[in-house]
Nanobody, 117 residues
Framework: VQLVESGGGLVQPGGSLRLSCAAS????????MRWYRQAPGKERTMVAT????????DYADSVKGRFTISRDNAKNTVYLQMNSLKPEDTAVYYC???????????WGQGTQVTVAS
């Protein structure tokens, strides 16, 4: 079982990045998916959520209108499109998968996003 994030990097304020989270070893379509982030010295917080079928999404207030979570169950992949990036978006971004019964809770290793000029 593995979740692998990619797509992080250094971007200027106002720029965009698209993060990907590729799952292997389990069927992504049966899991609720979330993106979290953790800035240095701060707690890990939820950024975006998407239900198993992709019909419902939810976002932290700080990213509403700028970030979009999506999923392609056929590709076993979840995405986070991040637009209008701000320096305060700088963090390590983690992908999380939670099974329907809550017994399986998987995390990726994280990908660094740095927003700076």
């Amino acid at each position: 079982v593995q979740l692998v994030e990619s797509g992080g990097g250094l971007v200027q304020p106002g720029g965009s990045l698209r993060l990907s989270c590729a799952a292997s070893g389990f069927t992504l379509s049966t899991y609720r998916m979330r993106w979290y982030r953790q800035a240095p010295g701060k707690e890990r917080t939820m950024v975006a959520t998407i239900t198993r079928g992709g019909g419902t999404t939810d976002y932290a207030d700080s990213v509403k209108g700028r970030f979009t979570i999506s999923r392609d169950n056929a590709k076993n992949t979840v995405y986070l499109q991040m637009n209008s990036l701000k320096p305060e978006d700088t963090a390590v971004y983690y992908c999380n998968a939670l099974s329907i019964n809550g017994l399986n809770n998987y995390w990726g290793q994280g990908t660094q996003v740095t927003v700076a000029s």
